[in-house]
């Protein structure tokens, strides 16, 4: 039995505070009718996401599904690209005196 064409939409998690639920941000250009620029759209998407894998910053592809919830109507398909990990202000500080050695120099002097 095959399959209906789905539709399979690329976009960037914008929210992961629900449980098995996150939110998908798609942006697009389209003309506009009346001054012929570019304007820049954008449309929340919730999609479910079992396995709890997106994170915040991440880029996905969801893809249309039964509904779900009443908002929920696509799944998660693929993580395409991980966000970087931002590190706190402390962490990079404690590598960056760890790396030039100057650690235990302040260590001694107190």
């Known amino acids: 039995m095959e399959r ?3 539709i399979a939409i690329q976009g960037v998690v914008t929210s992961v505070k629900m449980a ?4 998908v941000t798609v942006s697009t ?8 620029k570019r304007v820049g759209y954008s ?3 919730y999609a479910h996401d ?8 991440d ?4 893809m ?6 009443k908002l929920k109507k696509f799944r998660l398909v693929s993580v395409d690209k991980k966000a970087p990990v931002k590190e706190s202000v402390s962490q990079v500080e404690a590598s960056l005196e760890a ?6 120099e302040i260590k001694e002097e107190e």
Do not use: F, M, W
């Open 29 to 36: 250009e389209r003309n506009d009718p009346l001054y012929q």
């Open 20 to 23: 098995k639920t996150i939110v």
């Open 64 to 69: 249309a599904c039964r509904p779900i919830s």
């Open 99 to 104: 790396a030039e050695g100057s650690a235990s």
């Open 59 to 62: 880029v996905v592809t969801i």
């Open 50 to 57: 079992e396995k709890s894998e997106a994170g915040l910053g």
């Open 4 to 6: 209906n064409h789905r």
């Open 43 to 45: 449309k929340k998407y």
